[in-house]
């Protein structure tokens, strides 16, 4: 079978399509045919040797996918289309410390993967997984109502968006998105995203304040981090919160100690992989797949490279950050 998959970190064109085995069954495991695996940024990070406890190479890399089984049993038959899992069955994310995604066939328990809804493309339910667990759960964490405004920094991000979606589903009264230039927020504004703040053009809390009439946000989502996470801790209303799940725009950033105690605002910290076991997971997924069903959420494909081209893919990714995911057919 075909996979991808790097010997040694470096750069983008150390990832080489390669040829392996057709992974053999364990009791009880399906076999899937990959059709569309995505490509994440903690992929990026991994190939480049920044993540001491992922696995050496060689590596796949991939945290989801989307497929067809084709060993299947009576709750999966052959021919059943199914969304993959990012959790494996111990709870860690897969394509971080075991292979992942990017290989045409996978060996997986019935607990890893979940039917993908007819009317959802492959491509759909590819990007599907991780970034709307992830928006989920940081709602969840941030103690989300219908009743609280959220601001989600990154707009053509796959956190961000699902995020943004997700709050519009559930009726928040007020949701603002963050775009890094005015292209990306005209796409946002095009994507049906009302309140848009344009960082080519101010400042996060000078946005939330011109928008928010000085209150501020109940609740921030920060999947970017970076000098972005001080700027949207000070756009925080009263006793609002702050939950951070990524730091791709960086590790640190400055805050002002004063906003913690004159507005009591909090933060805190959300990960996937070891922080959720199988019911909690269910939990997760059962708030999702619903709207998924009822398309009341989408998720946002950008580009589909061939496997060929994967070192470019990455790049693409990492480099020009598209609004929406970038996939990998193979």
Known sequence: MKAIQFKEYGAYDTLKVVDLDIPEL????????????????????????LIPQAKKPPMVLGNEAAGVVVKG??????????????FTTDGLIRGIISDGTWQEYLALYPQEVIKTPDHVSDGEAATFPVAFFSAQASLNKGDFTNSKSVLALGAGGAVGNAAIQL??????????ATAGSTQKAEAAKSAGIENVIDLSKETISEGVLRITEGKGVDLVIDSIGG??????????????????????AGTQFTANVTDFVWKGIQMKGQS???????????????????????????????????????????????????????????
């Open 272 to 330: 996937l992989s070891g922080w959720f076991n199988a019911e909690e997971q269910k939990q997760i997924w059962n708030q999702l797949l619903p709207l998924l069903a009822e398309r009341k959420i989408k998720p946002l494909v950008a580009k589909v490279f061939d496997i060929a081209d994967v070192a470019e893919a990455q790049r693409y990714l990492m480099e020009e950050r598209p609004f929406g995911k970038v996939l990998l057919k193979f």
């Open 73 to 86: 049993n009576s709750e999966f038959p052959e021919g059943a289309r199914v969304i993959i899992s990012p």
């Open 26 to 49: 364990k009791e009880g495991q399906l076999l899937v045919k990959v059709n569309i695996a995505a490509v994440n940024p903690v992929d990026n990070i991994i190939r480049k040797g």
């Open 167 to 176: 709050s519009l589903a559930y009726g928040s009264p007020l949701v603002i």
């Open 227 to 248: 000098n972005l996470t001080g700027e949207a801790l000070h756009s925080l209303a009263r006793n609002g919160m702050l939950v951070t799940i990524g730091y791709s």
